[in-house]
């Protein structure tokens, strides 16, 4: 009878030929903790400084609405404290508004150039990792072929 060749074996010996890097998953995942620290911390920035313009608007709002609502002597006045405080809150809308886009475009900048920064990081770190691993392969084939 003929005997069947034993792959396992074959195959054993050729997966150990081919090592795997540990290292260059870890440094990706270091590489993406990284990423997303920063990442968190332009939106905590973003977060707080909304918070403030939104708190300082309140506090406009609220001082606006404390004085049209103080007791007048004539109707007419009334009408007139409304007008002011709606042409001053409509006022204080567009700086405040413009404010919010501020922050908007600086974390929009922010995180185009840490996404860029990261990018290059990584092409340049899976560049790497394919020649060592190219390398690898190479150094090897050349053992295996030159073990026959």
């Not at 911390?41 to 977060?47: D, Q, T, W, Y």
């Not at 006022?91 to 995180?111: I, N, P």
Request: no cysteine; net charge negative.
């Amino acid at each position: 009878m003929t005997k069947t060749t034993d792959f396992t074996a074959m195959f054993k010996d050729v997966m150990g030929s081919f090592p795997v890097d540990t290292k260059a998953m870890e440094d990706a995942f270091k590489s993406q903790a990284a990423l997303n620290e920063k990442l968190s911390g332009v939106a905590l920035s973003a977060a707080e400084q909304s918070a403030e313009i939104s708190n300082k608007w309140t506090k406009e709002t609220l001082a606006k609405l404390t004085e049209m609502s103080k007791a007048k002597t004539e109707p007419a006045d009334y009408a007139k404290a409304m007008t002011d405080f709606a042409s001053a809150n409509a006022e204080v809308a567009a700086e405040h508004m413009a404010a919010f886009a501020e922050v908007a475009k600086k974390v929009q900048m922010e995180t185009v150039e840490l996404l860029l920064a990261s990018g290059k990081t990584m092409q340049e770190d899976a560049a790497a990792a394919v020649k060592k691993a190219t390398d690898e392969v190479t150094a090897a084939t050349k053992k295996a072929t030159a073990a026959k």
